[in-house]
């Protein structure tokens, strides 16, 4: 009986030390890198046999019994994992349980249209494009607003995926940022501003985000385009312009382009134009709801980024021929 008892007890240090070597030796993989995608809900059992059908060359029985007899099998959390050369049991568990997801990264920056935003998310390393092919109209109805244009209504931020992700998740995000942050402008807004909803900060925000060369003139800038908006002077403003243009836009504004009417025309129609040009960021936000303490109705690119601006028409034209025609 003792023999009996004294093997049993070398038997099971026998397997205690190989269980030891087996969970902290490098497990072999059919590539240097591999994509293991845990769904929710799916069990411990099943989540060995995905590593196993990643390319992870081990058991799946061994790896589950290891996932149950480490006590933390119930704390995998589900995602997308990258499994790299060197990766044992333990770090394997390790990963799975502390959610080290395999994250990438898309960044939609300031003055970006809804052209650009897409163009970017599409060229977004391994982000499922749910939204390919389909119109403007039908992506604001998959996210829940089919009222609203999409111009303009992303917030412009680095925004972390996991890989396999939908596009549509992404802009998700974007659109709550940009209502957060819009939903923040508007309750700071000057007591004395002409705009009469969040849409019409929205929409000069995105004008001062594209008129402002340096940005400590953000704030005049948006003094400028208030002011005229307070008295019921046609904005003016290039940009716009242009963007009304479209495609037709060849990189040269000319004369005749701001005699030719859109619905953004600032030259030809009052008021501000019907959509948001751009993705405005959170200091344009800000500058539009809180213009500086100016009388400003004019101002005109010095040429070092910056800009001049006037209280009447002989100041302004004395500043263009100053630094735009050197006279």
């Known amino acids: 009986m003792r023999r009996l008892f004294g093997l ?21 993989v059919t590539s240097a890198t591999l994509d293991l995608s845990i769904e929710p809900g ?16 081990t058991s799946p029985t061994l790896l589950y019994w290891w996932f149950r007899l480490s006590g933390e099998a119930r704390l995998i959390k589900a995602g997308s994992y990258e499994l790299e050369t060197g990766l044992t049991p333990r770090s394997l568990l390790a990963k799975l349980t502390r959610g080290e997801e395999s994250l990438r990264s898309v960044t939609l920056v300031e003055g970006w249209t809804f052209k650009q935003v897409r163009s970017a998310l599409s060229k977004a390393e391994r982000l499922t494009p749910d939204t390919q092919g389909l119109e ?42 940009m209502d957060h942050h819009l939903a923040q402008a508007w309750s700071k807004r000057a007591a004395n501003s002409p705009l009469k909803s969040p849409d019409e900060l929205l929409t000069l925000a995105s004008i001062v985000e594209k008129e402002t060369g340096r940005a400590s003139d953000r704030p005049l800038v948006s003094a400028v385009f208030n002011n005229r908006l307070r008295i019921g002077m046609m904005l003016q403003t290039d940009p716009t312009v242009i963007y009304g243009l479209g495609d037709k836009f060849d990189g040269n504004l000319r004369r005749r382009d701001l005699l030719t009417d859109t619905p953004w025309n600032t030259y030809t129609r009052a008021g501000l134009p019907p959509t948001p040009i751009a993705m405005p960021g959170k200091a344009s ?6 213009p500086a303490q100016s009388r400003a109705l004019y101002f005109v690119a010095r040429g070092d980024g910056s800009s001049q601006f006037s209280d009447t028409l002989d100041a302004h034209n004395r500043a263009v021929n100053k630094y735009q025609r050197g006279q």
């Open 8 to 28: 049993i007890i070398v038997a099971a240090m026998a397997f205690g030390g190989w269980a030891f070597w087996w969970v902290n030796r490098p497990l072999s």
């Open 136 to 177: 403007p109209n039908l992506i604001m109805q998959s996210l829940g607003q089919p009222q609203a244009r999409p111009e303009g209504r992303f917030y412009p931020d680095t925004y972390t995926y996991a890989k396999g992700s939908s596009d549509l998740k992404v802009l998700q995000r974007a659109l709550r940022a």
């Open 285 to 290: 936000l800000l500058a539009a709801a809180q």
């Open 42 to 57: 799916t069990s411990p059992r099943g989540v060995a046999q995905d590593a196993v059908d990643s390319g992870v060359q």
